[in-house]
C-alpha cells in the first residue's frame, strides 16, 4: 500500500515539474513575443513619424484645467526629421508614450505661457525623454520666465538624474544628455513675430497674444516649405492671432464657447458658490469663443482649422455640434477638425 502511495506521490511531483516546465517555456516565448512586437511597433512608428516627405501633427493632449476625459494641452509635430513639442500639461510624457511617438527624439518644447495646464508636464518630458534613450541636448523655448520654469524642475529632478546614471552607468544613462537647456525670448508688444528656432529649414516664429493677466504669452508659428501651422496658446480674440494666422495651412487653436460658461457662471450663483461663479466669470474675458474663432479663421484665410483646449469639454456628436461645429461654421468656410487626444493630421511635402 505504502509502495502504491510512493508511486502516486512521485507521478504528482512529476507531473507537476513538466506543467511548470511547460508554463515556464510558456511564458519566456510570450515575453520574447511581446518585446520583440513592442519594439517593431515602436520602431515602425518613428519611421513614419520622422519621414521627411511629410509634416505630422498628433494631438497628445486637448484638455484644459477644467476635469475633463483629455490629456492637458500639448501639440507635437514632426517636421523634417524633428520632434517638436508645443506646450506639456499634465500627463503629456506618458501619452506620448501610449501613442508609441519617439520620445528619446524630442528635438525642442516650446511653452506659450505659465499657467499649469500648459507645463505641469514638462519635467516628466525631459526626464522621460532622456531615459528613453535621447542622445542629443534638449533645448525648451518660452518667453522671459522660462529659465526659472526649467530651472525649477532641474533642481526637482536632480537626484533622479543622479540615481539614474549611478544604477545604470553612463554607458546607459550618459550624464551628458540630462536635464535640458532653455531659449528665452521676449515676444515683440506689437505683435509682429520673431524667429526663436531655425534649423534645416524649419523655422519657428513666436508672436505676442493677449491673454492677460497672464503676461508674457506668446503663440508660435511653424513654417517649412510653404506650409505654415499657427499654435495660438491661450488668448482673447486677438488682431495678433489674426495677423499671424493669415493664410496659415493650419490654425490650432483653443476655443471657448462662452455662452455655455456664462450659463455654468449663474448655475453657480444659484447655489451662492460664489468662488466658482467668479472664476467663471473671469476665464471669459480671456480666451476665445467660437463664433470669435470662426471670424478671425474666415478674416485670415486659414485653410483648417483645428479646435484644441476645448471649453467646456463635451463629447459626442449632438454637443459637439451645437457647442462648436454650428457656431464656427456660421462664419468660417474652410476646413475644420474638432480635436481629440491622440488625433493624427498628415500635411504632405511638395
Known amino acids: 500500500m505504502k509502495s502504491n502511495q510512493t508511486k502516486s506521490l512521485y507521478f504528482n511531483i512529476l507531473f507537476l515539474s513538466v506543467c511548470l516546465l511547460t508554463l515556464s517555456c510558456s511564458w519566456d516565448r510570450f515575453v520574447i ?5 513592442s519594439t517593431i511597433v515602436k520602431a515602425k512608428a518613428a519611421k513614419e513619424l520622422l519621414d521627411k516627405d511629410k509634416i505630422t501633427i498628433v494631438l497628445t493632449g486637448t484638455g484644459s484645467p477644467l476635469p475633463s476625459e483629455s490629456i492637458q494641452n500639448s501639440t507635437a509635430i514632426f517636421v523634417n526629421g524633428q ?7 499634465d500627463g503629456v510624457a506618458m501619452a506620448m508614450e501610449k501613442l508609441n511617438l519617439p520620445v528619446s527624439e524630442i528635438t525642442s518644447v516650446f511653452i506659450t505661457h505659465f499657467h499649469s495646464d500648459h ?17 542629443k541636448p ?24 543622479y540615481y539614474r546614471t549611478k544604477h545604470h552607468g553612463d554607458a546607459v544613462m550618459p550624464s551628458q544628455w540630462k536635464g535640458a537647456k532653455t531659449n528665452e525670448f521676449a ?6 513675430s520673431k524667429i526663436v528656432y531655425e534649423k534645416d529649414g524649419v523655422i519657428v516664429y513666436a508672436f505676442y497674444v493677449n491673454h492677460v493677466p497672464v503676461e508674457p504669452a506668446v503663440g508660435y508659428r ?3 516649405k510653404g506650409k505654415s501651422i499657427v499654435i495660438s496658446g491661450d488668448t482673447a480674440d486677438s488682431e495678433f492671432l489674426k495677423k499671424q494666422s493669415f493664410g496659415a495651412d493650419y490654425l490650432i487653436s483653443e476655443v471657448m464657447n462662452k455662452s455655455m460658461i456664462a450659463k455654468i457662471e449663474t448655475a453657480y450663483d444659484s447655489i451662492n458658490n460664489s468662488r466658482l461663479s467668479k472664476i467663471m466669470k473671469d476665464i471669459q474675458l480671456y480666451h476665445i469663443d467660437a463664433f470669435e474663432l470662426g ?4 478674416e485670415a484665410k486659414v485653410k483648417t482649422l483645428v479646435l ?32 481629440h487626444d491622440g488625433k493624427r493630421i498628415e500635411i504632405p511635402l511638395p
Do not use: C
Open 33 to 37: 513575443s511581446r518585446v520583440n512586437e
Open 83 to 89: 520632434f517638436l513639442v508645443f506646450d506639456a500639461g
Open 119 to 135: 507645463f505641469a508636464d514638462l519635467g516628466e518630458v525631459i526626464d522621460r525623454s532622456w531615459l528613453l534613450g535621447r542622445q
Open 138 to 161: 534638449l533645448t525648451i523655448h518660452g518667453p522671459k520666465g522660462i529659465s526659472d520654469l526649467v530651472n525649477g524642475f532641474l533642481k526637482s529632478y536632480q537626484s533622479e538624474f
Open 187 to 192: 515676444p515683440k508688444s506689437d505683435g509682429s
Open 222 to 224: 511653424l513654417e517649412y
Open 295 to 298: 471670424n478671425l479663421a474666415e
Open 308 to 339: 484644441t483646449h476645448m471649453i467646456p469639454f463635451v463629447s459626442g456628436y449632438v454637443q459637439t455640434k451645437a457647442i462648436y461645429k454650428d457656431p464656427i461654421q456660421k462664419v468660417y468656410h474652410g476646413d475644420l477638425i474638432i480635436g
